[in-house]
């Protein structure tokens, strides 16, 4: 596997944990996928493969972790068609205008009714660690999707003390 496009972070303060014990701190956020009213969902997977059951793969000091992400897609012409709907018919059997207050419930309970029924996307985002020269190496073309993955991997195992390299 090759990283197509890879962000690079130095580690200010080496990383004090063995393969295992990574393993471990990351067993707390495995990946399940969406639930029926759940938007988004972010979880550690095995980089190897769904075969494999190591959420880290380790070889001479070296990690290489990868997390999924999982979404739910709704297009936001879809919601604003059903809610024009709902605020014509509103407005036809009740004789009276909608409000901006009940059109952002009346969006809710839309995109609530919508979710379960609507298409999902998944991506997998890789992540590789030189515990020797104390380097993070993110494949990632989106600076949010690698701050996803740090952030998230900041909650596992507490702090990560990372800085972008400085170049001439």
């Known amino acids: 596997m090759w990283f197509k ?3 690079a972070y ?4 080496p990383l004090d944990l063995g393969a295992e014990q990574l393993e471990q701190q ?3 956020q495995i990946f399940s996928p969406c639930a029926k009213s759940q938007a988004l969902s972010m ?3 095995p980089p190897l493969g769904d075969d494999k059951e190591a959420l880290v793969h ?3 000091g070296r990690y290489l972790l990868c997390l999924r992400r999982e979404e739910k897609l709704l297009p936001a012409s879809v919601v604003r068609e059903q ?3 709902k605020i014509e018919q509103i407005e036809q059997e009740e004789a009276r205008k909608v409000y901006r207050k009940e059109k ?3 969006k809710d309970e839309i995109i609530q009714d919508c979710l379960p029924r609507a298409f999902t996307r998944s991506s997998r985002i890789y992540a590789y660690f030189d515990t020797g020269r104390n380097w993070l190496f993110v494949d990632s073309a989106s600076a949010a999707r690698a701050e996803e993955l740090i952030n998230t991997l900041r909650e596992c195992i507490g702090t990560l003390p990372l800085v972008l390299p400085r170049v001439n």
């Open 58 to 60: 380790a070889a001479a």
């Open 26 to 28: 990351l067993q707390a």
């Open 104 to 106: 952002l419930r009346l």
């Open 5 to 7: 496009n890879v962000r």
């Open 10 to 13: 130095r580690l200010t303060a």
């Open 83 to 85: 809610l024009a709907d």
């Open 43 to 45: 979880g550690w997977v």
